[in-house]
């Protein structure tokens, strides 16, 4: 979309890399270039579309360009990915000024794997070619997390493959995180949910844990689901009368292998990325 006029514009389709030394690369997307339409559809949405998605807007015989737009994400996922990301400690929301640990794990050959992100500030990361983290083989270590660590973190491969991308966020030692799964749940596992606040002994507090904006359970230290269902996928989160309000984390059921083939986030059988906002300064 393009801010102040919205026509005789074509459009073109990027994927983002990123090299050793943090800069940017653009590549244009197969068949997307001079399209007459907003957004670029990817049919039969398969891994290897996870990446970082951008467009560019031009018209006029003399090809007037606009910036490149927003960068977007877009992750796609096997049922059971062959490489997994393991954090400790083991949840999606962290407090400042702590220690992580995130590994990627491969049965096969740990060592061609390597932690990146995609940070909110939208920088595409290595954790071997910065400042947040220390990488040892597989493992990443962030030893004292701030709020600008959250992001999107997976296991990437020397040859491009990216597999088991993770939504962080680390918040502010002062409130409450809610404490809940990595990785998407299967049909019949069991679920259980903590609010943690980082100053009490023992850590989880009595709170009550919302689903979906609804009072599920009120005033317990831990909320547990005995054999989920698709039904009780959603956003949770925890509520303490004094310590506040958590943020929310999306909690994916995902039915059986046999009855599952790819999702792209929230399970979607094609790909459609529109063009975020595009501004043109004349």
Request: hydrophobic share 30%.
């Amino acid at each position: 979309e393009v801010y102040g006029s919205s026509t005789d514009w074509t459009f073109s389709w990027f994927t983002v890399t990123a090299s050793s030394d943090n800069k940017y690369h653009y590549q244009l997307l197969s068949g997307s270039s001079r399209g007459a339409g907003g957004n670029y559809t990817v049919s039969s949405a398969a891994l290897k579309h996870t990446g970082v998605y951008v467009c560019r807007a031009e018209r006029g015989k003399s090809a007037y360009n606009t910036t490149y737009s927003n960068k977007q994400p877009v992750w796609v996922t096997g049922v059971s990915p062959r490489v997994s990301l393991i954090i400790s400690p083991s949840r999606t929301q962290h407090f400042t000024f702590v220690s992580l640990s995130l590994s990627c794990e491969d049965q096969s050959n740990s060592d061609r794997w390597r932690v990146r992100r995609y940070t909110d500030s939208e920088q595409l990361q290595d954790c071997s070619s910065s400042v947040w983290g220390s990488e040892t083989g597989s493992t990443c270590t962030i030893r004292s997390t701030i709020t600008s660590d959250t992001g999107v973190y997976w296991c990437q491969s020397e040859s491009g493959e990216k597999y088991h991308p993770v939504n962080i966020t680390v918040h502010s030692i002062s409130g409450v995180i809610l404490e809940s799964p990595v990785h998407p749940l299967t049909e019949g596992d069991n679920l259980t949910l903590r609010c943690l606040y980082q100053h009490s002994t023992p850590s989880n507090l009595r709170a009550d844990f919302y689903k979906d904006g609804s009072l599920i359970q009120s005033q317990t230290t831990e909320m547990i689901i005995s054999t989920v269902s698709k039904s009780h996928e959603g956003f949770y989160y925890c509520k303490h009368s004094e310590r506040g309000e958590s943020p929310k984390s999306w909690i994916s059921v995902r039915v059986s292998p046999s009855e599952s083939q790819i999702s792209v986030l929230h399970t979607l059988s094609s790909v459609l990325v529109v063009c975020p906002y595009l501004l043109v300064t004349v």
